[in-house]
């Protein structure tokens, strides 16, 4: 199953970021090794969201990440939020559904 884990940022978050973003990435990559964490980034500026791909049997994952991450402890992050994104298009669709043919 997939799930994305949605940051809502503050208005000072590309201000702030820069003395956590190392932990963040730390975090973030150590996620992807363990292959649980798929894509992560924040949108173009304004930078008002994040979105964070992750994959697994529940959202455990991604709300354990959460709760680690640096951006969120120390309030960069004013909300998160984790949603079943129930994928069924591309080769990665956690539940493939083609047309007939």
């Known amino acids: 199953m997939h799930f994305l884990l949605i940051y809502d940022v503050g208005a000072d978050f590309t201000r702030r970021r820069a ?3 190392t932990a963040h ?3 973030a990559w150590k ?3 363990a ?3 798929l894509l992560g980034g924040a ?3 304004p930078a008002e969201q994040a979105f964070l791909l992750f994959q697994g049997p529940t959202k455990e994952g991604a709300v354990r990440f959460a ?3 640096p951006y969120v402890r ?3 992050v004013e909300r998160w939020t984790v949603r079943q994104w129930n994928t069924v298009v591309g080769e990665a669709a956690a539940s493939p559904l083609r047309p007939p043919a």
């Open 67 to 69: 709760e680690s991450d």
């Open 25 to 27: 990435l730390a975090l």
């Open 74 to 76: 120390h309030g960069l």
């Open 43 to 45: 949108l173009e500026e």
């Open 19 to 21: 003395d956590f973003r």
């Open 35 to 37: 292959g649980e964490l």
């Open 31 to 33: 996620a992807a090794d």
